[in-house]
């Protein structure tokens, strides 16, 4: 990719223009069809304007041209299976993985949220604040900061932390069994879209995962939205309006009362 090309693909990223962004990168690949970082670019573009089966057709490409880079490749091609199987969970409620099994308030949240897919958004308020009632307060420090208890800022995700493994599977972990979480710096796009992570989880396996950046149904919910680009890039969070909170855009915790944007989360210890 030329430094102009990818200049102005930054650029429109960076206005929160992912379908542009991406058109733009589709330019560099036919202008430099044997670059493998050129796909590489485009294929990220792609995980930001929601469109999955496309970029799982540029690993495809990919795939077969640069076998040095076959492993990053595979470790692409899992999370975005992972990734496939967290939308079909907000879209269908395709039901997530558990390290063990579910908890009271977990199962609550899968409750309320069938019950605002099947239009009933009064009954999944009422369901997710019970849920709430038996999620387990988690105390602990993110980077210096002390924190009394730790949520995502959107109830239907409410004490969990989604993730996803480079095996290709999507959980739901209670803040409550994870010991330590040690997001690491960006240094791609893709690392704004999925952020790289070293777990450590009670009872359960340690190492690396990745945290979607993005709230599941932010697709959905920004189609008619004049944020639509900024919400996809991650740049804005948004709050949906009625009895349900519910996140669009980049994900927020809220640790104690203080919001906590993921992009802005360094390490967090729990229990201690």
Not at 154 to 169: A, K, N, Q, V, Y
Not at 244 to 249: E, K, S, W
């Amino acid at each position: 990719m030329t430094a102009d090309s990818a200049a102005a693909v930054s650029e429109a990223f960076r206005k929160g223009e992912p379908e542009r962004a991406a058109e733009l990168a589709a330019a560099a690949v036919r202008a430099a069809p044997t670059d493998s970082r050129v796909r590489f670019t485009f294929f990220e573009m792609l995980l930001f304007s929601a469109q999955l089966e496309r970029a799982d057709r540029v690993l495809d490409t990919l795939q077969a041209m640069d076998t040095q880079a076959a492993v990053y490749v595979a470790e692409c091609r899992q999370l975005l299976r992972a990734e496939i199987i967290r939308q079909q969970y907000w879209s269908s409620c395709r039901e997530p993985e558990f390290v063990g099994e579910a908890s009271k308030s977990q199962l609550l949240c899968l409750r309320a949220h069938a019950e605002l897919r099947s239009g009933d958004e009064t009954l999944a308020a009422k369901t997710a604040g019970e849920a709430e009632g038996f999620r387990d307060t988690v105390s602990g420090k993110a980077g210096a900061e002390v924190f009394a208890d730790f949520r995502d800022a959107d109830d239907l995700c409410d004490g969990s932390l989604e993730i996803l493994t480079t095996t290709g599977r999507y959980f739901q972990i209670p803040f409550s069994r994870i010991e330590r979480a040690e997001f690491h710096e960006a240094k791609c796009y893709r690392d704004l879209y999925w952020r790289r992570c070293e777990l450590s989880v009670q009872g359960g396996p340690d190492g690396v995962v990745y945290v979607p950046v993005l709230y599941g149904c932010t697709a959905e919910l920004t189609v008619d939205s004049p944020e639509r680009g900024k919400l996809l890039t991650g740049q804005l969070t948004e709050w949906t309006e009625g009895p349900l909170v519910r996140g669009i855009g980049q994900k927020l915790f809220l640790a104690g009362e203080e919001g906590l944007p993921v992009l802005d989360v360094g390490t967090l210890m729990f229990g201690a």
